[in-house]
């Protein structure tokens, strides 16, 4: 089996920025039209365009691809930027539900595809703790 975690291999194994382009534009559909991220989009702003061309770069870099989120937007935490959002269970499975959709429809392979899910769910929950200690005022 691939190791996908060694050097470039999901970047890769994702079709590089066209790729991840292509996930992230599904990504967000899909949280303009499923109910259940109805909540989550809520949060966002009317206009997605800059959020969606962040999240391209920011998983870009996250693959172990080029760093072009640093180099245009500066340093991010993802807890940290997420924090003052209300995001509890709920909203967090809202989130990977419209990813796993977004997943489903690419043509990467399967190993991939669970392994991409396995490791977005690790900051998915990150973003949720933090949300929790902001909103308990820790
Ligand atoms: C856990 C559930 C999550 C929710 C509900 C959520 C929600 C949001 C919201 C409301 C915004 C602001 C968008 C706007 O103002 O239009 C945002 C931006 C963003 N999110 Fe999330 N998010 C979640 C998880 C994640 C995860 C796991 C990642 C990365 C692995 C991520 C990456 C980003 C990035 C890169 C931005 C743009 C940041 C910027 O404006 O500089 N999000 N998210």
Redesign the pocket.
């Known amino acids: 089996m691939e190791d996908y975690g060694a050097g470039g291999a999901s970047y890769e194994a994702a079709g590089r920025e066209e790729g991840l382009g292509r996930l992230v534009d599904a990504f967000y559909r899909h949280m303009n039209t499923l109910a259940e991220a109805r ?2 989009r809520a ?3 009317a ?2 365009c ?2 969606t061309e ?2 391209k ?3 870009t870099a ?1 693959l172990g691809g080029p760093n072009r ?1 640093r180099e245009r ?1 500066g340093p ?1 935490s ?1 807890p940290g ?2 924090a003052h ?1 209300p ?1 509890a269970e709920p ?2 499975d ?3 539900l419209c ?1 796993q959709r977004a997943v489903d429809e690419q043509p990467w392979a399967t190993a991939f595809k669970q392994y991409f899910m396995r490791a ?9 703790i933090a ?1 929790l200690d902001h909103h308990a005022g820790k």
């Open positions: 909540t989550i949060m966002h702003g206009d997605l800059l959020t962040k999240l770069v920011f998983l996250w989120y937007f991010i993802i930027f997420h959002f995001i909203e967090r809202a989130w990977l990813m977005i769910a690790v900051p998915a929950e990150r973003v949720r949300s």
